[in-house]
């Protein structure tokens, strides 16, 4: 397992070739790249990512661990981002790996449904129209009820 919260851009694909280098015992591998999306209006400057070091990467390392109890998962990697990022540019990575798609498949969706609305980052869009903060909606937390 490996979680990463970091301000450098990362390579997806460098990242996914790396996170299943040498492994023979996984069937199946689960990937969910996240980028930062421009407003309805067409007018995101930029996104601005907050969060509290030790207690972001310790909150995603727990719910990676359940993820991992609660799934056969043979490798968990999530990687998120914080700072000013532009439309366009990678936010976050998820990847899980399994004997079996079902559990990574799983495990990845319960993943991304924790990052979307529980993970403690605080987020700031900054548009034409001046700076505000991002809550999730209710979609985001209908969808993490279900796990």
């Not at 450098?8 to 069937?27: I, K, S, V, Y």
């Not at 969060?51 to 991992?68: D, F, L, N, Q, V």
């Not at 109890?69 to 990575?93: K, Q």
């Not at 990845?108 to 548009?127: G, H, I, N, Q, V």
Request: glycine letters at 8%; zero cysteines; charged letters at 25%.
């Amino acid at each position: 397992m490996e979680v990463r919260v970091q301000s450098e851009a990362f390579d997806p694909g460098a990242e996914l070739t790396r996170f299943t280098a040498g492994r023979r015992d996984l069937g199946a591998v689960v990937t969910f790249t996240g980028l930062v999306r421009d407003s309805a209006e067409g007018d995101l400057r930029h996104m601005e990512i907050e969060h509290y070091p030790g207690m972001t990467t310790s909150a995603i390392e727990a719910i990676a661990s359940e993820a991992r109890d609660r799934w056969s998962l043979g490798g968990v990697l999530v990687i998120h981002r914080f700072g000013r990022m532009a439309p366009g540019e990678t936010i976050m990575m998820v990847a899980t790996a399994a004997a079996h798609r079902g559990d990574a498949f799983a495990a990845a969706e319960f993943l991304m449904d924790y990052l979307k609305s529980r993970a403690p980052f605080w987020k700031k869009e900054a548009t034409s129209r001046g700076e505000s903060w991002v809550a999730a909606t209710q979609a985001d937390e209908a969808a993490l009820d279900r796990w």
